[in-house]
């Protein structure tokens, strides 16, 4: 084995042009593969966290006729200790109201949460762009779009009309921005107390709300929490409210794979052919080699080893490569904002499969010669030399 491995090596050498371009092929390859593969890996990545990323992933709300849910707190405790990748979890208490400006009327949906619960999920400091969140009863947060459109300003003492026609005094102490028209025009954010009081719901809330770790899981943490749950509470999860999300997400997971196979099958058809001719260029050689003992198995190992060590050099340059051309790309495509299009995600498991999947092509390509070499009659290869 040491001997195939030596004269691999040695016919390596003797075509250093030749056995660079190999290299650079299984090199292109495998930077295709760890620059697709982390372009989709970190879309799919910013479109989850985009979309759900600071939304909840899994929320129980109740099915009875008046929608509420008593004895919250012993359930978010449970919930917290019970269900192994849950991350947070907070109460809520919304209900509708009409919030009246300058003689005119902004629908909008008032969400009672304890802040601090609901930070993990909503990231609320983190949003505020002017004033401060609500610390006492009746004061609320509204959004960047409700405040541009209404005129509404922080320290404004704005009338709220609940949907049981209870109006309610609202003291504005801050503004945040979800980055999201929707939510910034209509959500006016409270204290878990204030909502409660505001809409009669005692110390009742309308649904608990929770983030996991793994959000892809959502669906399986949540039949198991609603396997616990009695008949008029149900649990939902993104996955089922965003089924063409994950279509496409599943899209784009399938032609990257395709793409990356059809790469790494180019590069195995390039290795054989290109070993193959090297058979009949070193027919001489290999003839010498078994009119001197060595036997067709060790002849056959050479171009094994041939194989193994262009896997490995190509898997290393192309490594190299790969993440020159993926940082080059987070780089000089960008945002508006300076902020890359798509962020730069390195998944090191995923570069060691692509990097190992090279070698073992490589190696298997390296089959084909090694086969037609063992078939060599070195009497004859000498006499028509």
Do not use: C
């Amino acid at each position: 084995m040491k001997l195939s491995f030596n004269i691999a090596l040695r016919f390596l050498n003797s075509s250093k042009g030749q056995t660079f371009l190999i290299a650079l092929g299984i090199a292109i390859g495998v930077s295709v593969q760890i620059f697709i593969g982390s372009l989709i890996q970190g879309l799919q990545i910013d479109l989850v966290d985009t979309t759900i990323g600071s939304q909840p992933q899994i929320t129980i709300t109740s099915t009875s006729d008046d929608k509420l849910i008593g004895d919250y707190e012993s359930r978010l405790s449970d919930i917290s200790s019970d269900y192994e990748g849950v991350k947070h979890v907070s109460p809520s208490a919304d209900g509708p109201a009409l919030v009246t400006s300058d003689e005119e009327n902004y629908s909008i949906l008032v969400r009672g949460l304890s802040f601090e619960a609901a930070e993990g999920i909503y990231k609320t400091k983190e949003r505020l762009v002017e004033g401060s969140l609500p610390e006492n009863k009746n004061e609320v947060l509204i959004g960047t779009t409700l405040k541009d459109e209404s005129g509404i300003q922080i320290g404004d003492e704005v009338d709220v009309l609940t949907s049981s026609g209870e109006n309610q005094a609202l003291t504005v102490t801050g503004i945040f921005d979800f980055q999201v028209a929707n939510l910034n025009s209509s959500w006016v954010l409270t204290t878990l107390e204030t909502a409660q009081s505001m809409f009669s719901y005692d110390d009742r809330i309308t649904g608990i709300e929770m983030q996991v770790e793994d959000v892809f899981l959502a669906d399986t943490i949540s039949s198991d929490i609603q396997a616990d749950l009695p008949e008029d509470l149900l649990a939902e999860n993104w996955k089922d409210q965003n089924a063409s999300l994950l279509s496409g997400l599943n899209g784009q997971s399938v032609s990257s794979y395709m793409i990356q196979v059809f790469v790494m099958i180019s590069v195995l058809l390039g290795i054989a052919s290109v070993l193959a001719i090297t058979v009949v260029q070193k027919s001489r050689q290999i003839g010498i080699l078994k009119a001197m003992g060595i036997r067709d198995s060790a002849a056959s190992l050479i171009f094994v080893f041939q194989g193994l060590m262009l896997g490995i050099a190509g898997a290393i340059l192309g490594i190299l490569l790969g993440l020159g051309l993926a940082y080059v790309f987070t780089r000089f495509a960008l945002n508006p904002d300076g902020t890359p299009v798509v962020p730069l995600y390195i998944n090191p498991g995923f570069i060691a499969l692509s990097a190992g999947f090279a070698i073992v092509v490589s190696t298997l390509a390296a089959l084909i010669p090694a086969r037609k070499s063992s078939k060599l009659n070195p009497i004859e290869v000498i006499r028509n030399a």
